[in-house]
């Protein structure tokens, strides 16, 4: 069974920095893009980042470019985020999530974690 | 940015009706439209890939059409545990937007 399961979401204030993670299992890691997609508080869905199975390349929505990184571990079957410079506006819940078509990077998404939520707030 | 615009915001059904929810992208995504399902607390559940094809497990009452600019979602008698959020999503231009949502609730 395909699991994602998110952590390391919380209270930050303005200008903080937080690191997300996320665990796979159940599925060949390491074959599969991944990405990161967020839910402002009764919000819709906006894709953040994404990472290729060997971490060779990256992409950002606008919005974080130059904040947030995206990283992966394929050995410990582990996705991050990490959260540099927040700002109100990054509040929201977190997921993270397997794109439905491995190899490419522009996919829908067919397994996502329950979610964690940053708060960015003083 | 391809913006996907999404009607009705609410939709008001009662169970074993019809429910045909719209999705306009503002320029052309070809096929490449996906439809997911939010319930209240959980993560988004793809049901629709490509258009029309559907996600593995979906039940055949939900279905999808349309390519170009135009969408449709159908579900062809709604059951009790279908009432959720409803947003489309394209693969077509960076980066993949979703739409604003379709609430699907109770009448």
């Known amino acids: 069974e395909v699991q994602l399961v998110e952590s390391g979401g919380g209270l930050v204030q303005p200008g903080g920095s937080l690191r997300l993670s996320c665990a796979a299992s159940?599925?060949?890691?390491?074959?599969?893009?991944m990405s990161w997609v967020r839910q402002a508080p009764g919000k819709g869905l906006e894709w953040v980042a994404n990472?290729?199975?060997?971490?060779?390349?990256?992409y950002y929505v606008d919005s974080v470019k130059g904040r947030f990184t995206i990283s992966r571990d394929n050995a410990k079957n582990s996705l991050y985020l990490q959260m540099n410079s927040l700002r109100a506006e990054d509040t929201a819940v977190y997921y993270c999530a397997r794109n439905y078509v491995a190899t490419i990077p522009l996919s829908y998404f067919d397994y996502w974690g329950q979610g964690t939520l940053v708060t960015v707030s003083s | 940015e391809i913006v996907l615009t999404q009607s009705p915001a609410t939709l008001s059904l009662s169970p074993g009706e019809r429910a045909t929810l719209s999705c306009r992208a503002s320029?052309?995504?070809?096929?490449?439209l996906a439809w997911y399902q939010q319930k209240p607390g959980q993560a988004p559940r793809l049901l629709i890939y490509?258009?029309?094809n559907r996600a593995t497990g979906i039940p055949a009452r939900f279905s999808g059409s349309g390519s170009g600019t135009d969408f449709t979602l159908t579900i062809s008698s709604l059951e009790p545990e279908d009432f959720a959020v409803y947003y489309c999503q394209q693969r077509s231009n960076w980066p993949g937007t979703f739409g604003q949502g379709t609430k699907l609730e109770i009448k």
């Open positions: 159940g599925f060949t890691f390491s074959s599969y893009w």
């Open positions: 320029q052309s995504v070809s096929s490449y």
């Open positions: 490509d258009a029309s």
């Open positions: 990472i290729k199975q060997d971490g060779s390349e990256k």
